[in-house]
């Protein structure tokens, strides 16, 4: 008798976890949303004092853009969580930013996880890598907008693409490589900022990591540093949100390149190499790098 009335308390409270999740769900977003779109400048939330910054990460597919995400959201000051797909067109659409990365990057199981309402990280963090994401790009030049353009030489970004994305030709990912990277440029003359613009590499990223953490550092003018070691998110490694084929999931950085499962010709990557080296011109011209911040 005894048994059956312990396996009815367990049925009992299998059959109420959802509800109460669900409960405690609906709780935590209206309270976000009441912090996010109570006030009309899509800078602030209620309860603070200081504006919060948007950081772009700026770059291409295949970029190592979900590893820099991870390394960035690891600083405490940082919250982000991938790729929003937003579709840009105007400040105002930063609200919806705010919206998506406060439930997207944060996980509330438990009641120690109640830290996470605070909602006091300096920079809201979102990465674009293509160029239809933009309906006006003026928003750039706002004080409290600060991107980070991340580039990868065209050799692995162009094999890495054809891998991800088979029905492409190599017409077509050259391409897309080449119109980002002139797109990247553009906006970096647009924004025309060294204090609100920072150009890193891959190659640097995996290469020179002290230095880029260095740099970070002091670009976002924040205290905490960065680290090789990341924790994973509840989207890391979810298609369309960042990279679902390489060792994002390793938690940490790896240094060692998987193979190259497609090749493409040489004329496609001298054309890409001229493209990445016109834009690391561009860029390096534009934006503050890891060599000027660091005294390199």
């Not at 367990?10 to 769900?25: A, G």
């Not at 920079?123 to 003026?138: C, G, P, R, S, T």
């Not at 693409?161 to 553009?186: D, V």
């Amino acid at each position: 008798m005894r048994s059956q009335n312990i396996e009815k308390v367990k049925v009992n409270s299998m059959e109420i976890r959802p509800s109460i999740r669900l409960v405690k769900n609906e709780i935590i977003q209206k309270y976000q949303n009441f912090r996010i779109d109570t006030t009309e400048n899509p800078y602030y939330l209620v309860g603070r004092s200081r504006p919060c910054r948007i950081l772009f990460i700026l770059s291409h597919m295949r970029s190592g853009s979900s590893l820099l995400t991870h390394i960035l959201n690891s600083n405490p000051d940082i919250i982000g969580y991938g790729e929003t797909h937003i579709q840009y067109t105007s400040e105002i659409d930063f609200k919806r930013l705010m919206l998506k990365v406060y439930w997207e990057a944060q996980e509330f199981r438990t009641l120690r996880d109640i830290k996470n309402l605070s909602m006091n990280q300096k920079y809201i963090l979102d990465k674009v890598l293509h160029n239809n994401k933009f309906a006006d790009d003026e928003f750039l030049l706002s004080d409290n907008l600060y991107s980070i353009f991340l580039l990868r030489e065209p050799r692995r970004s162009l094999a890495s693409i054809a891998s991800l994305k088979p029905h492409l030709n190599e017409e077509q990912i050259l391409n897309y490589y080449a119109g980002r990277l002139s797109m990247l440029e553009q906006y970096a003359r647009l924004i025309d900022s060294k204090k609100r613009s920072l150009l890193i590499t891959y190659h640097q990223m995996i290469k020179q990591t002290d230095l880029v953490f260095e740099a970070l550092q002091k670009f976002l003018e924040i205290g905490g540093g960065f680290s090789e070691d990341y924790q994973l998110l509840k989207t890391t490694g979810m298609r369309h949100v960042g990279d679902h084929q390489g060792n994002i999931n390793a938690g940490r950085i790896v240094r060692t390149p998987r193979p190259l499962e497609t090749q493409l010709s040489e004329d496609a990557e001298k054309k890409g190499r001229e493209s990445f080296e016109r834009c690391g011109a561009t860029l390096s011209h534009y934006c503050s790098t890891v060599d000027s911040l660091c005294g390199s």
